[in-house]
Nanobody
Framework: QVQLVGSGGGLVQAGGSLRLSCAAS????????MRWYRQAPGKQRELVAA???????NYADSVKGRFTISRDNAKNTVYLHMNSLKPEDTAVYYC?????????????WGQGTQVTVSS
């Protein structure tokens, strides 16, 4: 059984910073790509940032230069460092990971963490 647990959301003023974390646990052989998505009310879920198992990253244009994705392979954890937050960053943030376990691989989702940016 594999589980992703996200944390670190909250309420912050525009221009502030937050760090989200997402830890994977369970019968894990390896973690391949890890991603952060977000979904604002009334909008579709969108990809925010991604990181491969070798550390290559890519970002949505809307967050480039403000957000940084990183991972700690020893802790099976992915982070999203968010700086210069804007009200339009308000959303539920979800982590996603492609995980290989003993008998196969699959994509897993965290439970989501709310980020609210006030103007």
């Amino acid at each position: 059984q594999v589980q992703l647990v996200g944390s670190g959301g909250g309420l912050v003023q525009a221009g502030g910073s937050l760090r989200l974390s997402c830890a994977a646990s369970g019968n894990i052989f390896s973690i391949n790509s890890m991603r952060w998505y977000r979904q604002a009310p009334g909008k579709q879920r969108e990809l925010v940032a991604a990181i491969t198992d070798t550390g290559s990253t890519n970002y949505a244009d809307s967050v480039k230069g403000r957000f940084t994705i990183s991972r700690d392979n020893a802790k099976n954890t992915v982070y999203l460092h968010m700086n210069s937050l804007k009200p339009e960053d308000t959303a539920v943030y979800y982590c996603n990971a492609h995980i290989t376990y003993y008998s196969g691989s699959d994509y897993y989702w965290g439970q989501g963490t709310q980020v609210t940016v006030s103007s």
